[in-house]
């Protein structure tokens, strides 16, 4: 944690120091993924001691993560409601990131942009927006859960072991909407959501470690379906990718 800390201390003293509204951008990005990092790094938000201060943590981390993208900082944000069991708060804040989520954002971390790629960019945003803002409107990345996360749902972290995963944000969406649907017995939602989760799945372009995630927590969403063959042909699927 104290390499965070200390990327903390050099962003405030680049902030205070640089005129350029680049690099101010790049420095206000980092902060929030920095604390994107670190939140998942606190004590478990499952606690009978001091709940209000570690819960006082979670936010201000979680508040300061939300702009490195559209999507990712509110799906670590929805993770936190599911992991403490506030399943209809995270269903809401799902809602909201499927409806900020246009799949025609500018995906980070792609190799290559298409003309096609950055000409919707560019529709997206104007001259007179800051990164900050142009980074929140018009781009998407995938959330990731670090290894030992405290926000990764129980159900994937058994399956996680000792990785650092990578999700697309649309399948965390329909996935955690689906855990959500499973725990308050919502039968009609949850065979909606596991259709969404087959969907996404299907029609997803890959990365390795992103069909890896997506492929087991399909498996998970079976499973927990009690359809214990497809789960099996989902987990193996993913075997084969690694």
Known sequence: MSLYYKGFELIEHLLKSESSNFITGVCKYHYAKINQHLVQLLSSPITRNKTYMIHNCYHRHLQDGLKTDAVSGWLLYASFYYVIGQYNVCLRLLDYVLARC????????????????????????????TLNERMTIATRDCVMYLKDSSLIPEELKLTQGDLTIFVPPIIMSHFLKFLCYHHLDDIPNKKHAIRDVKLTVDGEKYTVNSKLSNLRMLGICYELSGEKYKACQCYEGAFETV
């Open 102 to 129: 246009d799949p025609t954002m500018l995906y980070l971390g792609k190799g290559f942009y298409t003309e096609t790629n950055i000409n919707i960019y560019r529709q997206n945003i104007h001259s007179t927006m």
